[in-house]
């Protein structure tokens, strides 16, 4: 068997033999299908990493299983990449240096669910915690709008933020990750548990220290969500809604974003629903707060076009309200027209109308606007994930630029590197915990651009260094 990726000379043959009796892909196509995200989303990593395969794909079902598989990798010093839904936007899961894919998608089982959390293995998909959860009246307290795909273990891994956080906060905050299980590549993998703070250690490190076995997520009581959407006649007023629905006494969203008009013509979907060529504003509102959020669109100048429980949304034969939302409005862009793109952005604290309204005519034709409101640390934040129509990567600096003049943040959506994407520093303390986990640094190690110069430190050494 020869090397797919081209850059491994590991005796693949042997290697397969030595998983057994795990499932394993070995088809070229299989594997190089697997070795892909949504990194395409960027026309900058498309060129970078479309040419990036794994090698052998093995697919544990049980934490034994995965155990004999991170031995093996082990002992052939194979790079390693976990792999979920493959989801993630960044090329988190992409095998950039070859080697093995563990795919987690068989590890899926719902373990417990109790008062305000569910437990679960890291393979689990996410929709199909939110049905269970359903039926004992409880539902997570956050989740993506990939939930149909994306797993437990990778929203963890790679995740930061979705439907849930304006009225729960991020990922990291509000104990909404409860604790975790990540398994070790050494001779003999062990589990360890993270509880609390401490497994902010492992969430959002790309999978680089640990593969998540299990996870414990927050959850509250389930509420009978009505999907509502509302358009205007400018977007700053669209915004402005946007903020009083977070502030509003009465109404409690589990949703809100805004979407300029530009973009709303590629929801092809929504035509006869949605009034055309108007910023929309899309939302789930609990169903008694239904008349609170009418009357807040009407003082706002909007206007109501769809308010729809969820037999009215499959009656109608309509998406779910938060895939016109998150990154999924991206999707829907991209669907039509390949040479769109996107940036993120954080939004000047707190959230003003009228600084979105300065920041508007500076940007260009070429930049539609589309905000996301969260919390963080009990504050409204928002967030611009703006289609961008690209051109250069001169034009995207520039773009770039111009938020920053006008007080926003770039958190770089065209870079595969753990530091730029999501992050913006070196979290040390993720590296320590690689060394403790994975001392040959073999678990998607290509994603650090620190790690290389530190990895011949040990663990109490790396951490220093964040707090120097
Ligand atoms: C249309 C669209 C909408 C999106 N909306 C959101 C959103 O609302 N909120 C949000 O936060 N993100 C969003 N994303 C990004 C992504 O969908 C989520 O982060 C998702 O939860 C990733 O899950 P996954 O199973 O697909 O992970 P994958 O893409 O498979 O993996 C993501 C990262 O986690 C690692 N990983 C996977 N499983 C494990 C494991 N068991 N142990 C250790 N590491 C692991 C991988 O190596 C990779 O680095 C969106 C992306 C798209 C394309």
Same mark, same amino acid.
């Given at each position: ?11 693949? &043959? $042997?290697?397969? =033999? ?13 594997? /190089? =299908?697997?070795?892909? @995200? ?8 498309? %060129? ?5 395969? +794994? @090698? ?7 934490? &034994? ?8 990798? #082990? ?8 792999? +979920?839904?493959?989801?993630? !936007? ?37 929709? !199909? ?32 933020? *979705?439907? *849930? ?31 609390? &703070? ?35 006649? $400018?977007?700053?007023?669209? #915004? ?19 979407? @300029? %008009? ?9 035509? +006869? ?42 009656? /109608? ?28 952005? *954080? ?6 109308? %009228? ?6 005519? &500076? ?33 995207? !600096? ?21 530091? *730029?994407?999501?992050? =913006? ?8 915990? /690689? ?5 040959? +640094?073999?678990?998607?190690?290509? /994603? ?15 951490? =220093?260094?964040?707090?120097?």
């Amino acid at each position: 068997m020869t090397s797919i990726s081209g850059k491994t000379d590991i005796d693949w &043959e $042997a290697f397969a =033999k030595a998983l057994a009796p795990v499932e394993i892909i070995t088809d070229t196509v299989l594997v /190089k =299908k697997r070795s892909r @995200d949504f990194f395409w989303y960027s026309p900058i990593l498309n %060129a970078e990493l479309k040419k990036c395969f +794994g @090698d052998l794909v093995a697919r544990p079902k049980t934490t &034994e299983e995965l155990a004999h598989v991170l031995k093996v990798a #082990y002992a052939h010093n194979a790079p390693i990449v976990l792999r +979920g839904g493959g989801t993630g !936007n960044y090329g988190q899961a992409v095998p950039v240096d070859g080697g093995l894919i563990v795919e987690t998608t068989a590890m899926n089982r719902i373990l417990e669910i109790g008062d305000g959390f569910v437990r679960c293995e890291g393979g689990a998909i996410i929709a !199909n915690v939110n049905a269970a959860l359903k039926e004992q009246g409880w539902e997570l307290a956050m989740f993506p709008s990939t939930q149909d795909i994306a797993t437990i273990g990778g929203f963890v891994a790679g995740g930061s933020s *979705g439907i *849930g956080s304006v009225a729960h906060g991020m990922l990291r905050s509000d104990g909404n990750l409860i604790a975790l299980k990540a398994m070790s590549v050494v001779d003999d993998p062990q589990e360890h548990l993270f509880e609390g &703070e401490d497994a902010l250690q492992i969430h959002h490190a790309w999978g680089m220290n640990g593969a998540i076995t299990e996870v414990t997520l927050r959850t509250v009581p389930a509420r009978n969500w009505i999907g509502c959407m509302a358009t205007f006649d $400018a977007y700053e007023q669209a #915004y402005a809604a946007g903020c009083a629905l977070t502030t509003a006494p009465d109404v409690s969203p589990k949703l809100v974003s805004t979407v @300029d %008009a530009r973009i709303t013509a590629y929801f092809p979907k929504l035509a +006869g629903h949605i009034r055309p060529n108007r910023h929309l504003l899309v939302s789930l509102i609990p169903q008694e707060d239904v008349d609170a959020f009418r009357g807040l669109i009407e003082t706002e100048g909007g206007h109501v076009d769809l308010i729809m429980d969820d037999a009215e949304r499959q009656a /109608k034969n309509l998406p779910h309200v938060f895939e016109f939302s998150y990154n999924h409005t991206t999707l829907q862009v991209l669907k039509a027209d390949r040479s769109a793109t996107y940036q993120q952005i *954080g939004c000047p604290i707190p959230p003003d109308p %009228a600084k979105i309204a300065a920041v508007r005519p &500076e940007l260009g034709d070429d930049v539609w606007m589309h905000h996301e409101f969260a919390r963080l640390d009990g504050q409204v934040v928002t967030f611009d994930l703006p289609i961008i129509w690209y051109s250069t990567t001169e034009r995207l !600096n520039k773009i770039n630029t111009i938020y920053e003049a006008h007080q926003h943040s770039v958190y770089d959506a065209h870079t595969w590197h753990v530091e *730029g994407a999501g992050l =913006k520093n070196t979290d040390y303390r993720h590296l320590a915990w /690689k060394k403790r986990m994975d001392p040959k +640094g073999l678990l998607n190690s290509a /994603k650090s651009q620190v790690w290389q110069q530190i990895c011949h430190l040990e663990p109490d050494q790396i951490e =220093k260094l964040g707090t120097t």
